[in-house]
């Protein structure tokens, strides 16, 4: 369905730094993504995610270093890196005071799908969409979850090869979100790329790669399974006890636990060894007198490489 | 230069102006009240205007004259003084708006069947009944100089006789008349109207933040700006029509031009109109600064500086250079010449050139403005 003639990399970041002022919210950040994945850009508020997708659509000249989206420099053919990309920006951008099949037929428009074409766009992506029934509703009376799919929808009226989804699905009830994803794969299977950025961890589990940014940079990137297994899978252990609190403090600091993150109703333990060090929690928590319901080796959610990697960071700062 | 991305904006920007019902009824009515309020304000009708007379001739030829101020409702002949300082101190204090003053050599000029000269006193300060009293002062002594010449053209063939009002006006020489104003009107109307309607609309895109999905998509700033201004060139055109109705059919102001001209011109007008307030809403990313912008660069040079009520000729040297850069002044020209002395594209070019290149400017720097990145 796509025609990917260009062959290497969909997205290829080199080096870029993006300053405003003094302020430096891009960092050095080389990413190579290949064509048909769906690449998450993981990170809190304000680690450079949005500024980087904006550069990548042309949106903003980087300061420094390059990057090409579908083979062509961002800087100097963005009229090209602009008809290979479909763009989401974080805030909800279609026209209130148009109709469903009126957004649709602008974006088409601007995205200069052929009158030929584009009765059979509309209609595949009112059937994506699941809007068939709300073709005539306005936009603004739709609810968050439905304007986000139509947002998609015509983010991809022209096919482009290349997508970009900043924060699709923030402010959207889970099952929204559940089936906003399963368009994403979709896409995918049809052969887009998709660089898509998020702050729900879930959420990172369905992509092929991460990277994760912090503070401008990009901490790790790697498959979902690769980044839990650099944290040290079966090394992390999962408590469940009569005091949450208390075993908090009891193990911090003890040479056996190298981390404690209070996780859920429990607490998450990263361990050296755990042959040895599960006997030694039992006596520590058995000394102060708090009751052990369950210790057990886990396998690390991308929350934990999350949590762990940002806490390394922060200790490297301070 | 895209067709099909420039008509899905156009038709986009045509949806906004539909979908929003009192914007647009406020867009029309706004010539209409303006029209209404300026030109029936400036053309009311005078009368019983507070008369002087000083009659230096004290004849029954200058007391003919003056039973003809009497007899007219316009008039109302508050005094007869002997001296012109009474009239001084009656037009400062305004009990009186015109004096009429008849000299010495009256009655003996008529007699000698010369020609003969009435002084019309005016206050000009209240220019617009100034005029129109000057206009009644005249009609009744070109009415007594007419009544002179049937008797004395038919007793013999001799040179007749002839009054002639010789009129100053005091404070203001440059007398406005309805004629005069309607067309100007029509100028400074269309110019507010585009620049407001202009400047909402990148402005309205960025608060909205559909601007940044815009710019993510292959339309072209210009693309951007022609589809908008063509949008905006149907409500600007109506405008236009409504206020040369308006001036046509309600204000009998005489259009002895070429109406295609007019609206040749006008469109040319309009267009760099509308291309300045999209540039201005391009500069501004909240609607309310570009509009208060678009207000201020268009209204006020549009009114003071195009020659609409005051005159280019008396404003200071560099004011003068300042209202070259106003196109409103170009189309002032234009639009009274095609109206009011039905000049043709042989006289007007030049001006209808100056035009296209000031709409060819604006144009691209509204695209150029539209071309700027995010943050």
């Known amino acids: 369905m796509l025609a990917n003639s260009q062959s290497g990399p969909a997205v290829h970041i080199d080096k870029l730094v993006k300053k405003f002022g003094d302020f430096v919210a891009v960092d050095n950040v080389s990413i190579d993504v290949s064509q048909g994945e769906i690449f998450g850009f993981l990170g809190p508020n304000g680690a450079g995610k949005s500024t980087t997708i904006r550069i990548l659509c042309g949106l903003l000249p980087p300061t420094s270093g390059r990057a090409t989206v579908g083979g062509f420099d961002v800087e100097t053919r963005p009229e090209d890196v602009k008809h290979?990309?479909?763009?989401?920006?974080?805030?909800?951008s279609l026209y209130d005071d148009l109709t469903v099949e009126e957004n649709i037929e602008f974006f088409g428009g601007v995205y200069g799908v052929s009158d030929a074409k584009l009765p059979a766009r509309r209609d595949y992506v009112l059937e994506m969409?699941?809007?068939?029934?709300?073709?005539?509703?306005m936009t603004r009376t739709l609810s968050g979850g439905w304007k986000q799919r139509l947002a998609l929808g015509c983010a991809i009226l022209h096919q482009p090869p290349i997508l970009f989804l900043d924060e699709p699905t923030s402010g959207v009830d889970p099952i929204a979100r559940r089936g906003f994803w399963r368009l994403i794969y979709d896409l995918s299977d049809?052969?887009?790329?998709?660089?898509?950025?998020?702050?729900?961890?879930?959420?990172?589990?369905y992509c092929h790669r991460v990277a994760l940014m912090y503070g401008g940079r990009v901490i790790a990137l790697g498959s979902p399974e690769e980044l839990k297994k650099s944290l040290g899978e079966g090394n992390l252990l999962n408590l469940d006890s009569s005091d949450v609190r208390g075993s908090l403090s009891v193990l911090e600091g003890k040479p056996e636990i190298l981390e404690a993150a209070v996780f859920g109703a429990g607490l998450h333990l990263k361990v050296r060894d755990p042959g040895i060090a599960i006997p030694r929690i039992y006596e520590y928590l058995k000394q102060a007198g708090i009751h052990v319901l369950t210790l057990d080796s886990i396998t690390p959610s991308m929350e934990d490489v999350f949590v762990s990697l940002i806490e390394q960071e922060e200790k490297a700062a301070a | 230069m895209n067709y099909r991305r420039t008509k899905a904006i156009a038709r986009k920007e045509m949806l906004h102006i539909?979908?929003?019902?009192?914007?647009?009824?406020?867009?029309?009515?706004?010539?209409?009240v303006m029209l209404l309020i300026f030109g029936w304000a400036l053309s009311l009708d005078v009368d019983r205007i507070p008369t002087f007379v000083y009659d230096m001739s004290q004849t029954p030829e200058s007391r003919e004259l003056i039973r003809g101020f009497r007899g007219s409702r316009y008039f109302a002949i508050q005094e007869e003084v002997h001296a012109y300082r009474p009239i001084d101190q009656a037009i400062d204090?305004?009990?009186?708006?015109?004096?009429?003053?008849?000299?010495?050599?009256?009655?003996?000029?008529?007699?000698?069947?010369?020609?003969?000269?009435?002084?019309?006193?005016?206050?000009?300060s209240d220019s617009n009944t100034a005029a129109i009293a000057q206009g009644y002062a005249e009609a009744v002594v070109a009415a007594y100089s007419q009544q002179l010449q049937v008797p004395i053209q038919t007793q013999s063939g001799n040179i007749p006789a002839t009054v002639n009002a010789d009129v100053r006006v005091w404070y203001n020489p440059d007398l406005l008349s309805s004629n005069f104003i309607v067309p100007g009107l029509v100028v400074v109307i269309v110019m507010i109207i585009a620049a407001n309607l202009g400047s909402l609309t990148v402005a309205?895109?960025?608060?909205?933040?559909?601007m940044e999905q815009l710019l993510s998509t292959p339309a072209r700033p210009a693309e951007l700006a022609l589809g908008k201004l063509s949008a905006y060139f149907v409500v600007g055109a109506a405008d236009m029509l409504i206020a040369l109705i308006v001036g046509v059919f309600i204000f009998h102001v005489p259009l002895k031009g070429s109406v295609t001209l007019l609206l040749v011109s006008s469109s040319i007008f309009l267009f760099g109109a509308l291309g300045l307030g999209i540039m201005v809403s391009a500069m501004f990313r909240s609607q309310l600064m570009a509009y208060q912008m678009g207000t201020l660069i268009s209204f006020l040079p549009a009114f003071l500086l195009s020659g609409f009520i005051y005159s280019i000729g008396n404003m200071p040297r560099v004011i003068q250079i300042v209202s070259l850069f106003v196109p409103a002044r170009y189309f002032m020209e234009v639009a009274r010449g095609i109206f009011l002395k039905g000049l043709g594209v042989e006289l007007l070019w030049f001006n209808l050139l100056l035009l296209i290149v000031y709409a060819g400017i604006v144009f691209y720097f509204a695209a150029r403005k539209l071309r700027q990145k995010v943050a």
């Not at chain 1, 969409?129 to 509703?137: I, P, Q, T, Y």
């Not at chain 1, 660089?195 to 589990?205: G, K």
Request: hydrophobic share 40%; with cysteine.
């Open chain 1, 84 to 92: 290979n990309i479909g763009y989401m920006s974080q805030k909800f």
């Open chain 2, 18 to 32: 539909l979908r929003d019902p009192r914007s647009l009824t406020a867009a029309l009515m706004q010539p209409l």
């Open chain 1, 190 to 205: 049809a052969g887009h790329t998709v660089f898509v950025t998020t702050h729900y961890m879930d959420e990172a589990e």
């Open chain 1, 129 to 137: 969409a699941g809007l068939e029934d709300k073709r005539r509703a």
């Open chain 2, 204 to 210: 309205r895109e960025w608060e909205n933040g559909t």
């Open chain 2, 93 to 124: 204090k305004r009990a009186c708006l015109l004096a009429v003053v008849i000299p010495e050599d009256f009655a003996k000029n008529i007699g000698l069947k010369q020609p003969t000269r009435v002084q019309l006193l005016l206050d000009g």
